[in-house]
């Protein structure tokens, strides 16, 4: 199991750079539904309709976690030690997913290399 990354995940879907190495994850993985947002907004930016986004990530067998109230909290502790990286609450949140259930995350966010949180990250490119 890993913890994808809003990063990972549009590298996949829209092929670019590093998809192959999302594409070996895609079904033993996890996304927060901070991510998914995520997401989901990059296809509403673009003028696809949210809804059916929405649909065809829930149809894989990536699987969506609830951003819980344990989660909102483990996502705040982490700002103190990334706030100079500049991560952004999608990027703490999928951190935290992955610290909760002790697995790796998978992003295309090189600042993630210098990340200190007890998180092993992978880079797709």
Same mark, same amino acid.
């Given at each position: 199991m890993i913890a994808l990354d809003a990063s990972a995940l549009l590298a996949f879907l829209f092929r670019e750079r590093g998809?192959?190495?999302?594409?070996?994850?895609?079904?033993?993985?996890? #996304? %927060?539904?901070?991510?998914l947002s995520e997401v989901i907004g990059r296809f509403a930016r673009d003028g696809h309709d949210a809804q059916v986004a929405l649909q065809k990530i829930t149809a894989t067998n990536i699987e969506i976690v609830s951003f819980s109230a344990s989660h909102a909290a483990l996502t705040a502790a982490l700002l103190p030690q990334t706030r100079?990286?500049? #991560? %952004?609450?999608?990027?703490?949140?999928?951190?935290?997913?992955a610290l909760s259930r002790d697995i790796p995350a998978l992003t295309a966010d090189k600042v993630w290399e210098q990340t200190d949180v007890g998180v092993e990250t992978i880079l797709i490119r």
């Open positions: 998809h192959e190495q999302v594409a070996g994850h895609i079904d033993d993985c996890c #996304l %927060s539904t901070v991510n100079a990286l500049g #991560l %952004s609450l999608a990027d703490r949140a999928c951190l935290a997913l």
